[in-house]
């Protein structure tokens, strides 16, 4: 809690100072951004990393002053409803052109109808469950979905780590969790592996033993658990005492400092797939690094490397509408992106308005976690 709140007051100071700064820049064609994310609640983590990297492309687009980016931020607190709310808000009453997030796919599922009913474009740049962009063509993403994430991790517990025999544990009401588990299922299946049990746990649960000792019995190679860092790392930590062997594998939604700190000694030798490593030796990553090192005092998560991605590529999207602000411009031109250059990978949008992109795995380790390949789509 302590850390979340301070978290959110070194976000409204430097929202304060960009504010200000902006209001001089009032020649510059201005582009009113709307931003929903989790900034408290369950995944509060995921909102302060995208705000992070987003807020410091706003500052570097404003200051350079060809353009101007008016943002305007919104807490869906990590919840569905007020996802919706504030999407609705930030199209009815802030009138905002175009409007980005959220983080959680459910989130996202819940708040894209609005925005495809108003016709304004909605951009998520890390929801990565398939139906997200099914709400409509007013709905798009920069990042990639979860039939490659999960089939890309079948096959690294099947070739790489050489699991036969599989656990999944499901976050039920999870539209992210049900998608990547069902692309995971199908491809380890496909690769000659058996799911030897599937279990399942509700959002907010901090007491996994009855589902770990299911496990246990079935002796999995592999615990395929495809959820968020808050359930994961208690379920980590858990399993330690339990003495349920792992290696647990999982999604971007483990990307967050809290996943090893929830897990304690649990957090060593497990993996999952992230968007981004800040260990790319690529030099735009690598000056991307060291500006958000410089600011923030830690390495950017994938997260943040979206986040500021999708704050360029919107600010590119207008550019490449001339820059104007009509919607059914903005929303032509995100649709047609071929081979934008992001910190996170080359964007091109398919004729489902999805990105295909590389992942990165990444091992967990109590002194801090590492690249282990990265995999082409
Ligand atoms: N992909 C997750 C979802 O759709 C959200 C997420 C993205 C979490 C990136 C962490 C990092 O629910």
């Known amino acids: 809690m ?54 410091m492309a706003i500052d570097e687009i404003n200051k350079a002053g060809k353009v101007k980016i008016n943002a305007i931020l919104e807490d869906e607190k990590s919840e569905p409803t007020d996802s919706a709310n504030a999407v609705k808000k930030l199209i009815n009453i802030d009138k905002v052109n175009i409007v980005l997030g959220s983080v959680a796919s459910s989130n996202t599922n819940a708040a894209a109808p609005i925005a495809q009913a108003a016709k304004i474009p909605l951009m998520t740049p890390a929801s990565t469950n398939p139906n997200v962009t099914k709400n409509g063509e007013y709905i798009s993403r920069i990042c990639f979905i979860d039939d490659f994430q999960g089939s890309a991790l079948a096959k690294f517990a099947k070739n790489d780590l050489k699991a036969t025999k599989a656990a999944i544990v499901l976050d039920s009401a999870s539209d992210y969790s049900q998608g990547l588990s069902a692309a995971f299922r199908k491809e380890f299946k496909a690769l000659g592996g058996e799911i030897v049990t599937e279990v399942s746990y509700q959002a907010g649960d901090q007491d996994f033993s009855s589902q770990l000792t299911k496990i246990r019995t079935k002796k999995p190679e592999v615990i395929f658990v495809p959820g968020y860092y808050s359930e994961v790392g208690n379920m980590m930590r858990q399993a330690t005492k339990l003495k349920v062997k792992g290696p647990f594998i999982g999604g971007d939604g483990w990307s967050a400092d809290e996943l090893a700190q929830l897990a304690g000694d649990g957090i060593e030798g497990h993996f999952y797939s992230a968007h981004f490593s800040h260990e790319d030796t690529d030099p735009a990553v690598q000056g991307f690094v060291k500006k958000y090192k410089s600011l923030m005092k830690k390495n950017p998560s994938d997260m943040a490397a979206l986040g500021y991605d999708a704050i360029y590529f919107a600010a590119d999207v207008f550019k490449r509408n001339g820059f104007k602000t009509d919607a059914e411009g903005l929303k032509n031109a995100i649709n047609t992106t071929k081979n934008y250059p992001g910190i996170t990978g080359n964007i091109t949008l398919d004729s489902d308005r999805n990105a295909t992109k590389p992942l990165v795995i990444i091992a967990t380790h109590k002194g801090g976690h590492k690249f282990k390949q990265r995999v082409q789509p």
Request: aromatic letters at 10%; glycine letters at 8%; proline letters at 4%.
């Open 2 to 55: 302590v850390a979340n709140f301070r978290k959110n007051l070194v976000i409204s100071a430097i929202l304060a100072v960009s504010t200000a700064f902006s209001a001089s820049l009032s020649a510059a064609p201005t582009l009113k951004v709307g931003i929903y994310l989790p900034m408290s609640g369950r995944t509060a983590s995921f909102g302060a990393d995208v705000y992070s990297g987003m807020k």
